[in-house]
């Protein structure tokens, strides 16, 4: 059974100038232990579908349509409670700026502790907290080791620093280590490493990648930069103006694009091997999401648009090795 | 870590090398720590050793000597004497007792009622945060001393009263600094990441709310301490703060009043007493709220 099957979700917010169709329509499905990349311009409904998986949309967004089932069984009709069963434990969440992702008043490793320490034995009163009471010494064993996992020099130490005395790597790392803490079965992870350099970029994909491989960890990495796709992801799910526009294997996405915004994606990319080259350059923005066009969202930008991209979307169009909403694909459909 | 990395980032740590650098915070911090170490005197003093100590280095503040009546200051009476000839300096001492315990227990009341409506109503939004916030517009519709008298006038005479009284007309100030501070501490990733990870509501606004709210409602809670002693002193004043004979800064105004063109003495220490420690808890307030908030540019004073 797959970890997590997404269908035709709708996520809408309404607002006082109307409603904006965030998300309309993804199906995504993710096995056990498969690495997807779900990737597309600002805009484009990535992290709202992130929040969608945990029912986390906040007023004035609200679900509108579709199912997001977690191991089977359906993630929006659960209550509070067993949905605070989900969260942290069984699905965990990687944020964009770790730094702003840990509370700036409790040390690093007391944050992991607690996490972990309510994971295992339930939530304990504030001032049994704040007196330090429900301090456990398994966890804390294995918050250094997590830390030490995560290539965290001298764990020991680092324990008791506060979030501020880490750098950018260091408290990604720590956030890595947070997300894994637990043993979840699924990973969101939100652009996670846009703001690192790229060496740190790499450790820390190399690292990641090691460590959900050795715990079977199903993950969804958000990111616009298609390098790491290619480094990192299984498969990988394009995303336009909240719809599906591509997806299949990381390899056959990304060597030979079927959708012309995916082709788009890949040649805006600048090539240093080609400083004399021209820089692509994708004509126009993403479609106002309170007045999005009738037919192909992409119809205005492609280059390759006819006549009846403008009339409808495109169904997906099964073509072996992915699905690819586009009517170029359409002879190729089996 | 550097000193200077650690003055950017430590709360705690900004607040004391600031007292220790500049001379205005360090006189605040000077007078309030005085102030309370009078007070703390005079409770163990009174309640303990039962005047033992004043007695023999001043006079008791509670013994009547009609034959000293409204003596001018001298070596064996440094403030005089009023008009019931007890020794106006031991009176005073005792009168820091009441002024601190009314202002830091009234303070302590509205914070604990204030703050936690703050945090509740911001988190929660809509309705919650409607009603609770009307609540406060109500109470801050009328001044807060006039809300103190109605509240005094109901509930009688005394110290809990008055710590009541003053605590209630205090609350609206923190439930609206620390919602104000809340909502923008809410948004933050931090307490997302947190109920992200299945914490229970309670957890969230106690560990992760909560702490990140301090640093504005430390300077609220220093500035307001200085209004409830002002306040105490003006409800003795008026005959409705704590039972006489206890030494309260109000009460001897309010005795010196008719005396003030005859003995300016009676009038004048207590008068003096009010000033500087209010003035104490000012500076010590506006020097707490500048080390803490970098764009108020408060540049380091020296005398």
Sequence with gaps: MSVLQIDDLHTYFDTESGTVRAVEGIDLTIEAGEIVGLVGESGSGKSVTASSIMDLVQHPGRIADGTVRYDGQDVLSLSEDELAELRGGEISMI???????????????????????????????PLVRALGLDHDADCKAAVVE?????????????????????????????????????????????????????????????????LVEELDTAVLWITHDLSVVAKLCDRVVVMYAGKVMEVGSTEAVLSDPASPYTQALLDSIPRYDRPDEEMYVMEGDVPDP???????????????????????????????????????????AE | MSEDARSYT???????????????AKLGAVIVVFSIAMAAFSIVDD????????????????ELNPN???????????????????????????????????????????AIIGVSLGIVTAYYGGLVDNVGMRAMDVLLAFPAILLAIALLASLGRGFTSIIIALGVAYVPSFARVTRSKALSVKSDEYVTAAEVMGYPTRDVLVDEILPNCFTPIIVQGTFTLA?????????????????????????????????ITTAWWYSLFPGLAIMVTVLGFNLLGDSIRDALDPQSGGEERRL
Excluded at chain 1, 97 to 112: C, I, K, W
Excluded at chain 1, 178 to 195: F, Q
Excluded at chain 1, 302 to 319: L, N
């Design chain 2, 68 to 110: 000293n009546r409204l003596a001018e200051p001298s070596l064996a009476h440094p403030f005089g004497t009023d008009e019931q000839g007890r020794d106006i300096l031991a009176r005073v001492i005792y009168g820091t007792r009441t002024s601190i315990i009314v202002g830091v227990g009234s303070v302590l009341f509205a």
């Design chain 2, 10 to 24: 430590n709360v705690k740590w900004r607040v004391y090398r600031r007292i220790r650098t500049d001379l205005i």
């Design chain 1, 290 to 332: 309170l007045n999005r066009p009738d037919g192909c969202r992409f119809a205005d930008r492609c280059p390759e648009v006819h006549d009846r991209c403008h009339d409808h979307h495109p169904p997906r169009f099964d073509t072996g090795d992915r699905e690819v909403a586009c009517y170029l694909a359409e002879g190729d």
């Design chain 1, 146 to 210: 997590m830390l030490d996992a995560v290539g965290i020099p001298n764990p020991e130490a680092r324990y008791s620093d506060y979030p501020h005395e880490f750098s950018g790597g260091m408290i990604q790392r720590a956030m890595v280590g947070m997300a894994l803490l637990c043993d979840p079965k699924l990973v969101l992870a939100d652009e996670p490493t846009t703001g690192l350099d790229v060496s740190i970029e790499r450790q820390i994909l190399g690292l990641f990648k090691d």
């Design chain 2, 227 to 259: 209004v409830a002693i002002i306040a105490e002193a003006g409800l003795s004043f008026l005959g409705l703060g704590v039972n006489p004979p206890t030494p309260t800064w109000g009460i001897m105004l309010s005795g010196a009043q008719q005396y």
């Design chain 2, 47 to 62: 309640f303990l050793l039962s005047e033992l100590v004043i007695e023999t280095l001043l006079h008791d503040p509670y």
């Design chain 1, 95 to 125: 944020f964009q700026d770790p730094m702003d992702a840990f509370n700036p008043t409790q040390t690093v490793g007391r944050q992991l502790h607690d996490v972990l320490r309510s994971h295992r034995e339930g939530s304990v009163h």
